[in-house]
């Protein structure tokens, strides 16, 4: 059964940074990353993507200030936040997509306030 664990949000200033980091137990073979995020009463949207070789993808909103990466030593994913953003603020999931039903994690709250 393919597990995700999520840490490493909490509350941080406008311009502060943070680290996420995703760990999954329980895959097998290769796999794709990504993470995703969700504030209060929107749709969850894609943040980044990572494949199992390191091309990453990001949404508009979040390039130039969001680094994805990964360790597959580690089976982790990590999503480095600079130059946050009260807008930045929601539950930020870490996802392993797959045709036989996507995995997520728990969620893990980032709060960008003053």
């Known amino acids: 059964q393919v597990q995700l664990v999520e840490s490493g949000g909490g509350l941080v200033q406008p311009g502060g940074s943070l680290r996420l980091s995703c760990t999954a137990s329980?895959?097998?073979?290769?796999?794709?990353m990504a993470w995703y995020r969700q504030a209060p009463g929107k749709q969850r949207d894609m943040v980044a993507t990572?494949?199992?070789?390191?091309?990453?993808n990001y949404a508009d909103s979040v390039k130039d200030r969001f680094a994805i990466s990964r360790d597959n030593t580690k089976n982790t994913v990590y999503l480095q936040m600079n130059r946050l953003k009260p807008e930045d603020t929601a539950v930020y999931y870490c996802?392993?997509?797959?045709?036989?039903?996507?995995?997520w994690g728990q969620g893990i709250q980032v709060t960008v306030s003053s």
């Open positions: 329980g895959t097998r073979g290769l796999f794709n």
């Open positions: 990572i494949t199992h070789g390191g091309r990453a």
């Open positions: 996802n392993i997509p797959s045709v036989r039903g996507d995995y």
